[in-house]
């Protein structure tokens, strides 16, 4: 049994403590709990919210700032958030052209979130959601509710933020975020569940050499469980899955961001490894890996595991990932040399 | 059985994906095998050299870049690079000044980074050695080999980067890594070992409920196994020895690093939490967290628990820290709000 150091109250201490060690950038308000952006880009005309479950962390508390979140809303670990902390949170960050909320596709949060834009609206605050929905291990088995809300996350909110601080108005916001959606699908698997934070036991038991082939993020379980043979063999499967996925939706373009994120526990030695056959794996299939991330960003508490998220890119998306933005977790973008003017071709030696 | 997502034959894929994921920052030399920072700053006299096992990721390699190291130099898990490695990383990067090395207290990298340091003076390039010795769980036991080097190296190798960077030669440098050494010091738990690669076993047995209090970022195990009676005991606990070793050497001043680092598979919700406290009982000693750093920076592969090293500043050293670095994973400090200057005293916000 592991214990989580996690009091039993909840995760008031975890947010002072970040509140406490980035108190540059951010702040946070108590009752309802939500925590703002210190500065945002002058020319930005939208407020930017997310939230969700904790259990999560880095997301999204850890990107807001300039260049990304205006707000961000926890709830407790793996629970929405009130809609009272959603709609404060964004009454405090409403900009003149109003809200834009960034929502994870989960029953729970899309309820709360959509009550705060009711009651936004209500106050006279333009209103508008994008829902992300990219795990492909969702796509066919629960068809009422649609694909869960996972790895594109961070990319979407990227993406948002940096536009947003082009000066772009609600809608075409709302639609940027619908577009970037709909070009990115994500695929986990997981070698050993979370901790259970009430007990200390694990969340799902796992026989022994098998991995779970399409895990969520609050250790869901997967739409199969796999026998683990290399990763020269899960990786290419899980790449084409995602590609199949994209490929149903029309996204098309040869340049892709790839972002290799870990589940909690699975170390960084591991994700470069996962990382590099990803990249391989998308490179044989054609495709340019012109943007790219290496990290747990999105984690489900200590789960062991990865997930590999494909964004096809299109546009001026490129130049959106590789806009400035300081936040306390956001990765910057390190696979090309610093200075490099965004509106250029990225060097080849990024993708080699 | 938990096994790691990691080929048997080592980690040159992962340094593949590192390299690969950090492009524009770093670059990948074989045979042998060291990594180098691809930019320094024009005024740095001395080529900043570390290194160690590998599994302990983000160190070294991703604290390579302006600001910081200059190479980094990897063996297999857990165990010390060839001395040949480092000497080539050394050859590559000495400056005017010539070379300092940054070596963790463990008999296998004194005795390779001692050989590569031999070689490099038979060239008749300058070398010194920094020894980090912060562990003060090993301080009284293993009188022969000293304290163990563990959470404090970041914060080493970070001055060292700043001070570089401001022209210093090799000997003060040298000095300045001494005296930050003397100053810090680290304590370790652990809730659950990391994952044997070998054979996919716990590198160690728990009781339930119990901790490893004083482990090494191996796995080496503690001086004692303490019941888990929450942080609220904990942490004012480890603080306290922590201070005391600091005390025993004469390390002074009241302002403080706080550095609570993962030791792999623990979350960023749990090591907020640690921090609030940890920065907590700092203040009701009357200390002031002048810098602070929450994170996986030095973690033991996949092993559950944190570490907390306190470093006691003094002269320019917040200065140091706070100095810009452009590296894949060292974290910006953003307890104050950017453009600050580094010559202020340091607003009250950042430690309430």
Same mark, same amino acid.
């Given at each position: 049994?592991?214990?989580?150091?996690?009091?039993?109250? @909840?995760?008031?201490?975890?947010?002072?403590?970040?509140?406490?060690? &980035?108190? @540059?950038?951010?702040?946070?308000?108590? *009752?309802?709990?939500?925590?703002?952006?210190?500065?945002?880009?002058?020319?930005?005309?939208?407020? /930017?919210?997310?939230?969700?479950?904790?259990? &999560?962390?880095?997301? &999204?508390?850890?990107?807001?700032?300039?260049?990304?979140? *205006?707000?961000?809303?926890?709830?407790?670990?793996?629970?929405?958030?009130?809609?009272?902390?959603? %709609?404060?949170?964004?009454?405090?960050?409403?900009?003149?052209?109003?809200?834009?909320?960034?929502?994870?596709? %989960?029953?729970? *949060?899309?309820?709360?979130?959509? /009550?705060?834009?009711? #009651?936004?609206?209500?106050? @006279?605050?333009? !209103?508008?959601?994008?829902?992300?929905?990219?795990?492909?291990?969702?796509?066919?088995?629960?068809?009422?509710?649609?694909?869960?809300?996972?790895?594109?996350?961070?990319? !979407?909110?990227?993406?948002?933020g940096a536009a947003a601080d082009s000066g772009l108005g609600l809608d075409e916001l709302a639609h940027l975020g619908e577009r970037v959606v709909a070009a990115s699908r994500s695929l986990a698997v997981a070698?050993?569940?979370?901790?259970?934070?009430?007990?200390?036991?694990?969340?799902?038991?796992?026989?022994?050499?098998?991995?779970?082939? @399409?895990?969520? /993020?609050?250790?869901?379980?997967?739409?199969?469980?796999?026998?683990?043979?290399?990763?020269? &063999?899960?990786?290419?499967?899980?790449?084409?899955?995602?590609?199949?996925?994209?490929?149903?939706?029309?996204?098309?373009?040869?340049?892709?961001?790839?972002?290799?994120?870990?589940?909690?526990?699975?170390?960084?030695?591991?994700?470069?490894?996962?990382?590099?056959?990803?990249?391989?794996?998308?490179?044989? #299939?054609?495709?340019?890996?012109?943007?790219?991330?290496?990290?747990?960003?999105?984690?489900?508490?200590?789960?062991?595991?990865?997930?590999?998220?494909?964004?096809?890119?299109? *546009?001026?998306?490129?130049?959106?990932?590789?806009?400035?933005?300081?936040?306390?977790?956001?990765?910057?973008?390190?696979?090309?040399?610093?200075?490099?003017?965004?509106?250029?071709?990225?060097?080849?030696?990024?993708?080699?």
């Amino acid at each position: 049994m592991d214990r989580l150091f996690l009091p039993t109250e @909840g995760v008031d201490a975890s947010l002072r403590g970040f509140a406490r060690a &980035h108190a @540059g950038l951010v702040e946070l308000h108590e *009752d309802p709990t939500y925590l703002l952006a210190r500065e945002r880009h002058p020319d930005r005309r939208v407020g /930017i919210v997310s939230g969700g479950g904790s259990g &999560h962390e880095p997301m &999204h508390a850890g990107f807001l700032g300039r260049g990304l979140l *205006d707000a961000a809303v926890p709830g407790r670990v793996f629970a929405s958030p009130h809609n009272r902390q959603v %709609y404060e949170a964004g009454k405090a960050v409403a900009g003149p052209d109003g809200v834009l909320l960034v929502v994870k596709n %989960y029953t729970g *949060d899309r309820i709360n979130f959509g /009550i705060a834009a009711e #009651r936004l609206r209500a106050d @006279g605050v333009e !209103v508008r959601r994008v829902l992300v929905d990219d795990d492909v291990a969702t796509e066919s088995e629960e068809t009422g509710t649609g694909r869960r809300g996972t790895g594109a996350t961070p990319v !979407v909110e990227k993406l948002l933020g940096a536009a947003a601080d082009s000066g772009l108005g609600l809608d075409e916001l709302a639609h940027l975020g619908e577009r970037v959606v709909a070009a990115s699908r994500s695929l986990a698997v997981a070698s050993r569940a979370q901790t259970r934070p009430a007990d200390g036991g694990p969340a799902f038991e796992l026989p022994d050499g098998e991995l779970e082939y @399409g895990v969520g /993020i609050h250790g869901e379980r997967a739409q199969r469980t796999v026998s683990y043979e290399g990763l020269e &063999h899960l990786v290419p499967r899980m790449v084409s899955d995602v590609l199949d996925s994209l490929e149903r939706a029309e996204a098309t373009g040869d340049d892709v961001l790839l972002l290799t994120n870990g589940m909690g526990a699975t170390t960084l030695l591991e994700l470069y490894t996962v990382h590099d056959a990803a990249a391989g794996a998308l490179e044989e #299939r054609g495709l340019r890996v012109a943007a790219q991330a290496v990290g747990t960003l999105v984690p489900g508490l200590d789960m062991a595991g990865f997930s590999l998220t494909v964004t096809r890119l299109r *546009d001026d998306w490129l130049d959106l990932w590789r806009a400035p933005a300081v936040t306390p977790a956001f990765p910057a973008p390190t696979d090309i040399p610093a200075g490099t003017p965004t509106g250029s071709p990225a060097p080849v030696e990024a993708t080699r």
